[in-house]
């Protein structure tokens, strides 16, 4: 089992920044990558970015080529972020961190963030 908690969301105004983190725990060996997906009212979950155990990064296809969206790890701390700056109000969700390992994933309790003035 993997635990993952999220942490950082919150209300900011458009053009603000947060940066997302989420700290895994438990059997966290062999996680093939992590990622961050958002959830929207009334609207389907979607990928935001992932990183590979490596380092590697993909974008989801509502945040690719948006240069102020990044995703990182910090493989001491077993933790990976997401740094959003310039934030809009369309990157309104519920945050949610992701593990994959193997055929099994592990999901977050999920993270708000409200854009918003």
């Known amino acids: 089992q993997v635990q993952l908690v999220e942490s950082g969301g919150g209300l900011v105004q458009p053009g603000g920044s947060l940066r997302l983190s989420c700290a895994a725990s438990g059997s966290i060996f062999n996680i093939d990558h992590m990622a961050w997906y958002r959830q929207a009212p009334g609207k389907q979950r979607d990928l935001v970015a992932r990183?590979?155990?490596?380092?590697?990064?993909?974008?989801g296809y509502s945040v690719k080529g948006r240069f102020t969206i990044s995703i990182s790890r910090d493989n001491a701390k077993n933790t990976v972020y997401l740094q959003m700056n310039s934030l809009k109000p369309e990157d309104t969700a519920v945050y949610y961190c992701?593990?994959?390992?193997?055929?099994?994933?592990?999901w977050g309790q999920g993270t708000q963030v409200t854009v918003s003035s």
């Open positions: 992701a593990a994959f390992q193997g055929r099994r994933d592990y």
């Open positions: 990183i590979t155990s490596d380092g590697n990064t993909d974008y």
